[in-house]
C-alpha cells in the first residue's frame, strides 16, 4: 500500500517562491532611471544693451535751500512749520520777540524826533540869516547840526532795514517769513527757546524748493571713460518700482572723494511732483554699448573651463552642443554674442543632464 505525501508544505513553499519573484519584479521596476524632463525656448536675435549702473542718491539743488537764520537775538514765541511741510513765499513760519528790535525802533524814534528838531532851527536860523540878525557862521554851524541829525536818522531806518524790518512798526514782536516757496527740510529750534545773535544763531528752519532736484552718482575710475558730461541716461528708484526718469550727465565733479575713491555724476531731473525726496536712493544707468544677440535664461548655460555651450534641440530627442560666446548677465537672462542663431530651440530645463560624463564617472 502506497502512502501519500502531504501538499501542504509544497504549496507553502510555492506561494514563498511566488511572492518573492514579484518582489524582486517589483524592486527591479522601481530602479530603472526617470525619464529625462527637457524643456526649450525659441530665440530670436534682439539688441543687447551692455549698461553701467553707477550708485546714486537724490540732493536738493543748493542754489535752492534756504537756511532760514534770527536776524537779531530774541524769544521764538510761536514755530509755525514741520518738517516735511510745503510753505510759500512770504509766509510766517516763526514768531520772535527781541529787544534788539525794540533798541533798533528806540534808536529810529529818537533820530527822528532829533532830525524834525533840527530841521525847525534851520528854518528860524534861514529867517533870521535874512534879516541879519544872525551870523552866516552861526547858521553853517545849525546847517551842519541839521545834516548830522538826518544823517543819523539815516543810520537808524538802515539798521532797522538790515534786520529785516520797517521802520513803520512799533512792536517789539516780529513775524518770521519764508524767502521762497518749498518745503521744509528741517527745523533748529523750538517754540520758547532763545536765539543768539548772528554771530552765534541757530538754524530756524531749512526750506528746499524741490521743483527740481540733483540725482548724484558715484562714478569709480575704471568707469571714467564710459561716463561724459552730456551723456545720456535712465534713473530708476528703489521706492518706486517701474518709474523711471531720463536725463542727462550735467557735471562731473573734478575731485576724488578721499574714502570711497569716486567722483560724483550729476544729473538733473525736474521734480513738479515732489515724488523724490532728498537722501532718497537711485540708481543712475549709462549705455555704455549696444549690440545684436540673444538673451537666454542663465541655467541653459553651461560653463566648462574658460569657455560655455548650450544645447539646442535638432530633432526629437536629439540635442546639439555649441560653443557660445558670452555677454555680460541681466537680472535671470544670460547675453549670448554668438554660437546661435534666429529661430534656435535653447534647452534650458534639463540642460546639465544631457551633459556626457567626465570619464572616470
Request: charged share 25%; aromatic share 4%.
Amino acid at each position: 500500500m502506497k502512502r501519500c505525501r502531504p501538499i501542504l508544505p509544497f504549496l507553502t513553499l510555492a506561494i514563498l517562491i511566488t511572492g518573492c519573484s514579484q518582489h524582486d519584479a517589483a524592486n527591479a521596476g522601481s530602479s530603472a532611471p526617470p525619464k529625462t524632463i527637457v524643456e526649450t525656448i525659441t530665440v530670436h536675435p534682439e539688441t543687447l544693451v551692455d549698461r553701467l549702473d553707477l550708485p546714486a542718491q537724490v540732493v536738493p539743488d543748493p542754489t535752492r535751500v534756504v537756511h532760514i537764520y534770527p536776524p537779531l537775538s530774541g524769544r521764538v514765541l510761536s514755530l509755525l512749520v514741520r518738517p516735511g511741510q510745503d510753505v510759500k513765499k512770504g509766509q510766517t513760519i516763526a514768531v520772535l520777540q527781541s529787544g534788539d528790535l525794540a533798541q533798533a525802533r528806540s534808536d529810529f524814534e529818537k533820530a527822528r524826533i532829533e532830525a524834525a528838531r533840527s530841521d525847525l532851527q534851520l528854518d528860524r536860523a534861514k529867517q533870521l540869516l535874512a534879516h541879519q540878525v544872525i551870523a552866516q557862521r552861526d547858521y553853517d554851524d545849525l546847517k551842519a547840526t541839521d545834516d548830522g541829525a538826518h544823517s543819523e536818522l539815516e543810520r537808524a531806518r538802515q539798521r532797522i532795514h538790515e534786520l529785516g524790518f520797517s521802520e513803520k512798526g512799533t512792536s517789539d514782536v516780529t513775524d518770521l517769513t519764508s524767502p521762497i516757496s518749498g518745503a521744509v527740510l528741517d527745523i533748529g529750534t523750538a517754540s520758547g527757546e532763545l536765539q543768539r545773535s548772528l554771530d552765534n544763531a541757530t538754524v530756524i528752519a531749512t526750506i528746499a524748493n524741490l521743483d527740481s532736484v540733483w540725482v548724484l552718482g558715484d562714478v569709480y575710475e575704471n568707469d571714467l571713460a564710459d561716463v561724459h558730461a552730456g551723456t545720456n541716461v535712465t534713473v530708476t528708484f528703489p521706492a518706486y518700482p517701474g518709474l523711471t526718469r531720463t536725463g542727462r550727465v550735467d557735471n562731473i565733479s573734478d575731485a576724488f572723494d578721499s574714502n570711497t575713491r569716486t567722483l560724483k555724476a550729476r544729473v538733473v531731473l525736474s521734480n513738479s511732483d515732489h515724488k523724490l525726496k532728498p537722501q532718497m536712493f537711485a540708481s543712475i544707468s549709462v549705455v555704455r554699448s549696444s549690440k545684436t544677440g540673444y538673451l537666454v535664461p542663465s541655467e541653459a548655460v553651461i560653463r566648462e573651463g574658460n569657455g560655455a555651450f548650450v544645447f539646442v534641440e535638432v530633432g526629437p530627442q536629439k540635442y546639439d552642443r555649441r560653443a557660445v560666446t558670452l555677454g555680460p548677465a541681466q537680472g535671470t537672462k544670460t547675453q549670448v554674442l554668438s554660437g546661435l542663431k534666429d529661430g534656435d530651440s535653447v534647452v534650458t530645463t534639463g540642460a546639465a543632464l544631457l551633459r556626457e560624463p567626465a570619464q572616470g564617472d
